[in-house]
């Protein structure tokens, strides 16, 4: 074809063509300027709020390819499974440090450009006859493949991860007793003796009413606040739209009558709905209806007395509550709870005599530093005291 144009060039044909084609180029580069192609993203990733160019990548690169020997060089260069771990730990040790300054950065850390251009001054490798070679500093700049701007970034790098992670490596001298408490807390070992007291080898007769009632005068029983509750209920299978609208405008009617002045009873049994009565029970009591769900018995415990619920949306239909009544939490009669007090008086009476028994020996000990029918265990951190010992 451009044979073809350069014998015909000449040719209203050929011009036409070479037209095309030089606004086809024009046009490429005009909308790669006007759109930004050639501006393109050059981050390869983010840390936090940082990025790391392409650019910064290459020089991390050239830099430690610069220090690397020509075999190492070569082995990368020639090798693509070579060139992707380099690359990789490339990447990496940039992203660490940036995550580094990151953390100093959150820290509040200033490395202050006076700080930086001191540690340069007084590095040995810029110095002749112990002062700062300005020839020595180019020279080993150039050497290095570096710059100014480059060396301060990378030298203000190696301070932040100093500050960072200095402290992590510095080992905290521990106080000698911290040593010694740390090392009994797992090694020492104690010798011990003990006699058990047990409830059970004590008799206590009968208590009398007025001893069951001395002791319910300081063991009071409260009885807790119960509800009485009535309800309606209109089952509707709640996987189904046409029953559950079909329940809703009925338990609807439902609630339009007790609205109107009827009661519970006299609502249900007009539309075809249950009406159910429960027992008194208490917040944290059994229910034994399977309607009334814990979140439901929650809501009732908010209702005052004599008031009715909006509708409530169950598993199984939907219901209206109403509070029967409400009877406070209350002493309860010595009467009616005097059997539950027999068993707790007599562990009471035998826990006194027990705890007699016990510091009858610890006197005994006392006076006579006699220990006879003791028990002996050797007791650990790792093995722990008897379970006797321990209740």
């Known amino acids: 074809?451009?044979?073809?144009?350069?014998?015909?060039?000449?040719?209203?044909?050929?011009?036409?063509?070479?037209?095309?084609?030089?606004?086809?180029?024009?046009?490429?580069?005009?909308?790669?300027?006007?759109?930004?192609?050639?501006?393109?993203?050059?981050?390869?990733?983010?840390?936090?709020?940082?990025?790391?160019?392409?650019?910064?990548?290459?020089?991390?690169?050239s830099q430690m390819l610069a220090n690397m020997s020509r075999e190492q060089q070569r082995s990368i260069y020639t090798d693509a499974n070579a060139t992707k771990s380099f690359n990789r730990y490339v990447l990496g040790d940039l992203t660490s440090q940036q995550m580094v300054q990151n953390r100093a950065a959150d820290l509040g850390f200033v490395i202050s450009d006076?700080?930086?251009?001191?540690?340069?001054?007084?590095?040995?490798?810029f110095q002749d006859n112990g002062k700062f070679s300005e020839q020595r500093f180019d020279a080993a700049l150039y050497a290095n493949g570096l710059t100014e701007d480059r060396l301060a970034t990378v030298?203000?790098?190696?301070?932040?991860?100093?500050?960072?992670?200095?402290?992590?490596?510095?080992?905290?001298?521990?106080p000698e007793f911290a040593v010694d408490a740390a090392y009994n807390a797992r090694y020492a070992t104690r010798e011990i003796e003990y006699k058990m007291v047990n409830f059970k080898d004590f008799k206590v007769a009968t208590p009398t009413d007025d001893a069951l009632q001395t002791y319910y005068a300081q063991h009071p029983k409260t009885l807790p606040e119960t509800r009485r509750v009535s309800y309606v209920f209109v089952s509707a299978d709640m996987s189904k739209p046409d029953e559950v609208d079909a329940g809703m405008a009925r338990i609807t009617r439902v609630e339009d009558e007790i609205i109107g002045g009827d009661s519970l009873v006299a609502a249900a049994k007009k539309h075809g709905a249950k009406f159910v009565q429960l027992k008194d029970f208490a917040r944290n009591g059994a229910v034994g209806d399977a309607n009334i769900t814990p979140e439901i018995v929650a809501q009732i415990f908010t209702m005052d007395a004599n008031s009715d619920s909006e509708i409530i949306e169950g598993k199984k239909g939907f219901m209206i509550l109403h509070i029967d009544n409400i009877s406070p939490?209350?002493?309860?009669?010595?009467?009616?709870?005097?059997?539950?007090?027999?068993p707790e008086w007599t562990r009471a009476e035998k826990r006194k005599q027990a705890y007699e028994r016990a510091n009858a020996i610890l006197v005994d000990l006392n006076n006579d530093n006699k220990w006879t029918g003791a028990t002996a265990k050797t007791v650990t951190r790792g093995n722990g005291a008897p379970m006797a010992v321990l209740i």
């Open 329 to 342: 939490a209350h002493s309860a009669e010595f009467a009616s709870v005097k059997k539950e007090l027999v």
């Open 1 to 61: 074809m451009l044979e073809y144009l350069r014998n015909a060039a000449e040719k209203p044909l050929a011009k036409f063509l070479i037209a095309v084609l030089a606004f086809s180029f024009i046009g490429w580069g005009v909308a790669e300027w006007i759109f930004g192609g050639g501006m393109g993203d050059t981050n390869l990733v983010r840390i936090g709020d940082a990025e790391i160019t392409v650019n910064q990548f290459s020089n991390q690169k």
């Open 114 to 125: 006076h700080r930086i251009a001191k540690q340069i001054r007084e590095m040995p490798a």
């Open 155 to 174: 030298l203000r790098a190696d301070i932040a991860r100093t500050m960072v992670l200095g402290p992590m490596s510095e080992r905290v001298r521990v």
